[in-house]
């Protein structure tokens, strides 16, 4: 998230005397912004102004009524009257929440007007088989509310839904015991972290992080404490890989700042109006200690932390993780928000090796630290080596990077056509998928704004979706992504899967404070074919596998990786669009331990999974 420049931000003691009376309405330091928003990267110094008298409401010392101001509206009372567009017979998508029958919303607790840090983050979706029927089911975030003063933070339990087929979901939360919302929460994954073969929930937020074991697929339960993940902190995204190549999937947490429920500063911004308060920048707080566990195989978690060489100063808001420099040893790139992103390349031997600035990936084109979130790899340009893609904030470009194959990274964002069409949004969800079904990896982004009520950038804002031009560069083509993309949403997090395993990656999308948004694909390809990768000496998702598919022609290469897009969880399954001439296909597979095999006479129009061992080994005949 992208807060005010230094330039834009002082600090003067004082009472909140002239506010209005509401319930978080109480303040100690007040940050005035004195311009519009621009772009910064580095954190403000905030120096304290000389000691005035004693205010009249009895605080201490040092502190003076703040000037009157006015709250910014909440999005219910700037309701959006804009209505979505008529289907048309070239649309991308078609909506299908009704038809779901879900109606869950993630919830920021805005209402209280605390104007927090916390509100800005979000919530994310998984998109998760529980039950293993074949039929991706849906976990979703609930948030939590505040009240106050002081602020006082709750809970709010998440919501799982499962697919029935047809576009059909039904809630059964209370029934998977998943119903208690002790956590503020914000992202979540799926991953067997105990080898049972049945996919297990990890879900993180404001307090720490939640790990539920999925007890073959008839309940969830909290094991937690049992397992060690008992670190108190403000955790936003996660993401799963066994970075010691045991099998056992180890798990990477990013935290983000050092903010605390109460007393709160009030932020104040400069217009023409006089002073409005909004929501607190980034900037005001340090960052926190990100968190790698080790899964130790025998039900419980260690803290590596430090052996890992993380930074204890960051402030992260998305990680995704994949073997990048193709070495055999899982890497993982965290997107921090106003600091340097981070590339933490594995290997046999602690530390890991943090060399984002030398990879050129920690900062933007000009040289600044971005307001970056969401995250993603793929093969834009359908060379095998594996690209990057994050989202960033109001004034800055998304970022795309094409990878050389070894530790390095070339910023694409200008050549391919991606500079200034996003610079108004500030991007969240969003990641590489060949919607249109042509063999080329086409880009989303999920927008939506964390200030209520900034002049130059709308609360809501539209999603988008760019077209890959054969791996040369990316056409905006939203306005053909069908009724959803015309009109403005709170976007957060989001996840794609084939819903209803018709061979077509379909989008789930998460709001702030309004329901989700179930769209379906409707471009189809003449041929496809699924991948599911079994791991046995791998662990059992095979997360951290290349695959490479060939149907004639070029391979396709794809990745299947933990953390993608922004808190969310995708589809482990991975889907390939093939020509109407397809040969018989096969696929090659770099499984997390570095061996390689080959299966042939792939099934078309069909799930093909694919067991570590069972296919032939480099080498064979």
Not at 362 to 373: C, F, K, P, T
């Amino acid at each position: 998230m992208r807060p005010p420049a230094d330039s834009e931000l002082k600090l003067a003691l004082g009472s909140a005397g002239a506010s209005p009376s509401h319930r978080c309405e109480s303040s100690v330091l007040l940050f005035v912004a004195l311009a519009v928003l621009g772009c910064n990267p580095t954190p403000p110094v905030l120096k304290p102004a000389a000691k005035p008298p004693v205010s009249a409401r009895g605080l201490d010392a040092g502190l003076v009524p703040a000037a009157p101001y006015r709250l910014a509206p909440l999005p219910s009372e700037k309701p959006d009257k804009t209505v979505p567009r008529a289907a048309r017979p070239d649309d991308w998508f078609a909506d299908m929440t009704e038809r779901s029958r879900i109606k869950f919303a993630y919830q920021n607790g805005l209402v209280a007007r605390c104007y927090t840090l916390l509100e800005t983050v979000g919530g994310g979706v998984a998109l998760i088989d529980f039950d293993r029927d074949g039929d991706l089911d849906i976990f979703l975030n609930g948030g939590g509310t505040l009240e106050g003063p002081p602020v006082v933070v709750s809970g709010r339990p998440g919501a799982l839904h499962r697919n029935d087929g047809d576009w059909k979901f039904t809630d059964v939360t209370s029934a998977m015991g998943l119903g208690a919302g002790d956590l503020y929460t914000h992202g979540c994954i799926a991953g067997d972290y105990n080898r049972d073969g049945w996919p297990d929930l990890v879900v993180t937020g404001y307090g720490g992080c939640r790990l539920y074991h999925n007890v073959d697929g008839t309940r969830f339960e909290d094991v937690t404490q049992k397992v060690g993940l008992t670190e108190v902190d403000w955790f936003t995204a996660a993401a799963f890989g066994d970075y010691d190549r045991d099998g056992w999937l180890d798990l990477f947490v990013v935290a983000y700042a050092d903010w605390k429920p109460g007393p709160n500063p009030t932020c104040l911004y400069d217009e023409m109006q006089g002073k409005r308060r909004d929501v607190c920048p980034p900037q005001a707080y340090a960052g926190r200690q990100h968190r790698l566990w080790r899964n130790g195989g025998n039900g419980k978690f260690q803290d590596v932390s430090q052996a890992a060489g993380l930074r204890s100063d960051m402030r992260g808001l998305g990680v995704v993780s994949v073997d990048f420099d193709a070495d055999g040893w899982i890497d993982w790139f965290v997107a921090n928000d106003v600091q340097e992103n981070q590339l933490y390349f594995g290997g046999p031997q602690m530390p890991l090796e943090e060399q984002g600035a030398l990879a050129g990936v920690a900062y933007s084109l000009n040289g600044e630290r971005d307001g970056s979130m969401g995250t993603d790899v793929g093969d834009f340009n359908g060379d095998g080596i594996v690209d990057l893609f994050y989202t960033n904030f109001t004034q800055q470009d998304n970022a795309l990077l094409q990878g050389d194959g070894a530790r390095g990274f070339i910023n694409l964002t200008e050549k391919a056509g991606l500079a200034g069409v996003s610079r108004v949004w500030s991007g969240f969800g969003g990641g590489f998928q060949d919607f249109d079904r042509d063999g080329w990896q086409d880009l989303y982004v999920i927008n939506g704004n964390v200030f209520y009520d900034a002049p130059e950038s709308a609360y809501r804002q539209p999603a988008q979706l760019f077209r890959n031009q054969t791996g040369t560069n990316f056409q905006e083509v939203s306005s053909n992504g069908g009724p959803y993309f015309s009109v403005p949403h709170p976007g957060r997090g989001s996840a794609v899967g084939d819903l209803d395993n018709d061979g077509s990656p379909d989008l789930v999308i998460v709001h702030q404070n309004e329901p989700l948004t179930l769209l379906r694909n409707l471009k189809t390809s003449p041929h496809w074919v699924r991948v599911h990768l079994r791991g046995v000496k791998s662990n059992t998702e095979a997360y951290g596998a290349r695959i490479a598919v060939q149907a004639g022609g070029q391979p396709m290469t794809q990745w299947v990786a933990s953390g993608r897009s922004y808190l969310s969880q995708s589809d482990p399954r991975l889907l390939f669009a093939l020509p109407a001439d397809a040969l018989p296909a096969s696929a090659t597979v770099v499984w997390p331990t570095g061996a390689s095999e080959t299966f042939s006479n792939l099934k078309l129009e069909a799930t093909n999974e694919l067991v570590e061992g069972m296919g032939m080994a480099a080498g064979e005949k």
